[in-house]
T-cell receptor, first 110, second 113 residues
Framework: SQQGEEDPQALSIQEGENATMNCSYKTSINNLQWYRQNSGRGLVHLILIRSNEREKHSGRLRVTLDTSKKSSSLLITASRAADTASYFC??????????FGKGITLSVRP | DTEVTQTPKHLVMGMTNKKSLKCEQH?????MYWYKQKAKKPPELMFV???????INESVPSRFSPECPNSSLLNLHLHALQPEDSALYLCASTQLAGTDTQYFGPGTRLTVL
C-alpha cells in the first residue's frame, strides 16, 4: 500500500518560476526522501530529511517536513526545462522497505 | 563510482522464453533491490537481498526468480512471463538494508509478447 501521496498530480510552470510539490503520509516515519525520474529512466535521489529535521536545502531544492501534519514539501527554485520529470516522495517503513507515493509530473516550459 | 548498471536496456520476449536481467554495483553496498514499475505508476518493491541473502519477497509470482551470486551482482531470472509483466524493471542498492538513500540503475524495459 502507498504511504505517500503527492499533490498536485501534475504541475506545469514557466522556466524561471518556482515549483512546489507536496507529499502527505499516514504513519510515523524515520525519514522521508524525494526522488526524480526522467521519462523511462531510473530514479535519482534528491534529498533525505529525517524526522527530527524541519528543513533541508540542496542547491535549488528546499525540503520541509512537518511531522505533526504528516506532510512534506519540495520547492524547486528558478526552475529550468531540465527539471521536467516525475517527482516521488518515499517514506521508510517496516522491514527496510521504502514506499513511494504516486508521483508528480512536473513540466517546465522554456 | 556511484553507479548501478543494468543490462539489457530493452528486452522483448515471448511467453515461453527464459531470460535474465542483470544488475551490478561496485559501491560496496550490501543490500540490493528489484522493483517493477508500470507506466505512470510508482516503483513497486519485488525483492530485497541483504548480504547476498533474500530478505524480502513481496509475494512475487514464481515466474520471477532472483539470484545474488555475490555482493556486487543481482540477477532476475524470467520464465513463462505474461503480457501484464511488461514494465520497467529497476535495480537499486543501499549501503546496508534499510531505508537510507537508494541508488537506482537506469532500468530494463521489458516487453512480453
Amino acid at each position: 500500500s502507498q504511504q505517500g501521496e503527492e499533490d498536485p498530480q501534475a504541475l506545469s510552470i514557466q522556466e524561471g518560476e518556482n515549483a512546489t510539490m507536496n507529499c502527505s503520509y499516514k504513519t510515523s516515519i524515520n525519514n522521508l526522501q524525494w526522488y526524480r525520474q526522467n521519462s523511462g529512466r531510473g530514479l535519482v535521489h534528491l534529498i533525505l530529511i529525517r524526522s527530527n529535521e524541519r528543513e533541508k536545502h540542496s542547491g535549488r531544492l528546499r525540503v520541509t517536513l512537518d511531522t505533526s501534519k504528516k506532510s512534506s514539501s519540495l520547492l524547486i527554485t528558478a526552475s529550468r526545462a531540465a527539471d521536467t520529470a516525475s517527482y516521488f516522495c518515499a517514506t521508510d517503513g517496516a522491514n527496510s522497505k521504502l514506499t513511494f507515493g504516486k508521483g508528480i509530473t512536473l513540466s517546465v516550459r522554456p | 563510482d556511484t553507479e548501478v548498471t543494468q543490462t539489457p536496456k530493452h528486452l522483448v520476449m515471448g511467453m515461453t522464453n527464459k531470460k535474465s536481467l542483470k544488475c551490478e554495483q561496485h559501491m560496496g553496498h550490501r543490500a540490493m533491490y528489484w522493483y517493477k514499475q508500470k507506466a505512470k505508476k510508482p516503483p513497486e518493491l519485488m525483492f530485497v537481498y541483504s548480504y547476498e541473502k533474500l530478505s524480502i519477497n513481496e509475494s512475487v509470482p514464481s515466474r520471477f526468480s532472483p539470484e545474488c551470486p555475490n555482493s556486487s551482482l543481482l540477477n532476475l531470472h524470467l520464465h513463462a512471463l505474461q503480457p501484464e509483466d511488461s514494465a520497467l524493471y529497476l535495480c537499486a542498492s543501499t549501503q546496508l538494508a534499510g531505508t537510507d538513500t537508494q541508488y537506482f540503475g537506469p532500468g530494463t524495459r521489458l516487453t512480453v509478447l
